[in-house]
């Protein structure tokens, strides 16, 4: 298969850009620089791009029903009125772990938001991660525990599987778990993909219409789709070696925007750190809004 065409579409150079949203209402595309606590609104009908910055590193955020925004900020998760700029606490689930932050999220087809933690920087010796779900009651459960760094959740398109991963080098690998979408309870987890070997290590991921998941190769400049069993079905090279998540956007959800990291040398690569598109043929599942 011929590489499809990936365009800059927003030089930016963030230094940890993440978390690519599309918003079917608004035609946009919204978008986290972590560290710098910036939330993004990209429109690529005219190509400009608004920022609020946050107090805290925003791992990740989920689009609400009513218009606000849930962000997974360092200390918690907040509701914050793009209007206003409010930020209305939530949950703080790791009050406790203060070298943890929440990292990689999103919401299943039922409107909770699932999210990953971390602590930053890594402790080699202990997983410090976890997995919680946050309900529309603001019942935030802990789901899952022993991650290095939560990363690469998606949901099957027929509600009925959960993917996450764990991007940290020793560990590189995606999971499969049987979903229950009635009472948002997971079980069975599997082995999706093992990355040893391959060139890039599992960080945001995302599932198109059809099934297939597709994994952010960081370190691996590329973008690969798994087909349900997890075989590699298709690798797309990137300009950038660490692209860090990708979403389904566009009018018919079938460009692939891809967020990037940029490390501290970028003799080869200029443009880490921004924003891409891939028109790969693909179509994806509109992302689902929080209905809390």
């Not at 499969?176 to 997971?186: K, R, T």
């Given at each position: ?7 800059c579409?927003?030089?930016i150079?963030?230094?940890?850009g ?9 035609n946009a595309l ?24 946050l ?8 689009l ?6 849930l962000?997974?900020?360092k200390?918690?998760i ?5 209007e206003?700029e409010?930020?209305?606490q ?9 070298g ?18 971390m602590?930053?920087?890594?402790d ?9 779900r ?11 525990d ?6 690469g959740?998606?949901?099957s398109?027929?509600?009925?599987t ?6 940290y ?16 309870a ?9 990355t040893?070997?391959?060139?890039g290590r599992?960080?945001g991921?995302?599932?198109d219409a059809?099934?297939c998941y597709?994994?952010?190769g ?10 349900p069993?997890?075989?590699?079905e298709r690798?797309i090279?990137l300009?950038?070696a660490k692209?860090?998540m ?17 490390p501290?040398?970028?003799d080869n690569?200029p ?7 891939v028109?790969a043929?693909?179509t994806?599942v ?7």
């Amino acid at each position: 298969m011929s590489q499809p065409d990936v365009d800059c579409v927003l030089d930016i150079r963030a230094e940890l850009g993440e978390c690519p949203t599309w918003s079917v209402r608004e035609n946009a595309l919204y978008w986290t620089d972590i560290y710098a606590g910036l939330l993004n609104r990209f429109d690529p009908s005219t190509g400009t791009n608004r920022v609020w910055t946050l107090p805290e590193p925003l791992g990740s955020f989920a689009l609400c029903e009513d218009g606000e925004v849930l962000v997974a900020l360092k200390s918690g998760i907040w509701r914050f009125n793009l209007e206003t700029e409010a930020l209305t606490q939530l949950a703080s689930p790791e009050a406790h772990l203060p070298g943890n932050r929440l990292n990689d999220g999103r919401c299943d087809f039922q409107g909770r938001f699932w999210v990953g933690s971390m602590a930053d920087p890594v402790d080699p010796a202990t997983p410090m991660g976890a997995l919680y779900r946050l309900t529309a009651d603001q019942s935030c459960t802990r789901m899952m525990d022993g991650l290095f760094v939560a990363n690469g959740l998606a949901f099957s398109p027929d509600g009925r599987t959960m993917y996450n991963s764990d991007s940290y080098a020793p560990v590189r690998t995606i999971w499969a778990w049987d979903f229950d979408a009635d009472d948002g309870a997971i079980s069975n987890r599997r082995v999706f993909v093992d990355t040893h070997g391959m060139p890039g290590r599992p960080d945001g991921g995302a599932v198109d219409a059809d099934g297939c998941y597709w994994m952010a190769g960081n370190d691996g400049w590329e973008i690969v789709r798994f087909t349900p069993k997890g075989e590699v079905e298709r690798r797309i090279a990137l300009p950038v070696a660490k692209p860090s998540m990708l979403a389904f956007g566009g009018p018919r959800l079938d460009t692939i925007y891809v967020t990037s990291i940029r490390p501290a040398s970028t003799d080869n690569q200029p443009q880490a750190g921004s924003l891409f598109a891939v028109h790969a043929g693909v179509t994806g599942v509109a992302e689902p809004l929080f209905k809390g």
